[in-house]
């Protein structure tokens, strides 16, 4: 199995992470309003500062000095995992998790360290199930939701770790700025791009072999219209419900 971890999965697949994984102003707009009124911040599993607010005081906690790399802030920088936060308690008025709890190693006790060190917790993640309605990996690359089933935790036991306020649906805008791997639903000839593949963690993971057999036949279908055929009705929708979530705390 491939070690799913943030930094061993990032100091092999990151070092060109930011030329795809930019913020998107919207998602960034919810994620900055559930902040509330916090004045310091604590960005966990930061990567290369995406969604990052400018007018508060951040600190981000990066284990991936391949990731930490590319960062263009100025805010500072701890090198270390979400388990084991180097703060005392209550140091921030908020802390937050951008897509990044699928790779802690022990999400549980990462989580419970956000809470610790923070009076407000806000994580953008997904549901793994959800993610499944998405044609890529649907009628593509069905390995990806086993991948996603070992990794990412349920909605739900999320919420709980959390003992969360609200959950917020964030749909996907057709043209989303940031790669993740939901961002192409209504742009198919973007996952053939190699720079794409490597932006999303579950492509960029898998073997090679089973992403190449995959995009050969998305290939094919975009040439003879099949891929039109079955999803014509997606190119008239402005945004989509992928099971990406904003859990609040």
């Known amino acids: 199995m491939v070690d799913q971890s943030h930094p061993q999965t990032y100091e092999s697949i990151g070092r060109d992470y930011s030329k795809r994984r930019r913020t998107d102003p919207r998602i960034a707009e919810r994620i900055h309003l559930a902040l509330g009124g916090a004045t310091t911040v604590c ?76 009076r407000r917790q806000v994580v953008f993640t997904f549901d793994p199930e959800l993610q499944g309605a998405l044609w890529l990996i649907k ?26 306020e609200s959950i917020e649906s964030v749909p996907i805008p057709w043209d989303c700025f940031d790669g993740f791997q939901a961002a192409y639903w209504r742009r198919p000839e973007e996952y053939l791009d190699p720079d794409v593949q490597a932006s999303i963690s579950t492509m960029a993971q898998l073997p090679a072999k089973v992403v190449a057999r995959a995009m050969d036949r998305l290939s094919h279908d975009l040439e003879t219209g099949d891929w039109s055929k079955r999803y014509s009705a997606l190119l008239h929708q402005e945004e989509m419900d992928f099971g990406y979530r904003l859990i609040i705390a």
């Open 43 to 118: 960005n966990i599993g930061a990567g290369t500062g995406s969604y990052e607010p400018t007018d508060r005081k951040l600190t981000a906690v990066e284990p991936s000095r391949t990731m930490i790399s590319q960062r263009a802030s100025d805010y500072p920088v701890v090198c270390c995992s979400a388990e084991e936060l180097p703060f005392k308690d209550n140091t921030f008025d908020a802390a937050m998790a951008i897509l990044s709890i699928h790779h802690w190693q022990d999400p549980a006790k990462g989580l419970a360290e956000m809470r610790r060190v923070s």
């Open 139 to 164: 009628d593509y690359i069905p390995e990806i939701l086993e991948m996603e089933r070992g990794r990412a935790l349920p909605i739900e036991t999320i919420a709980n770790c959390l003992e969360a």
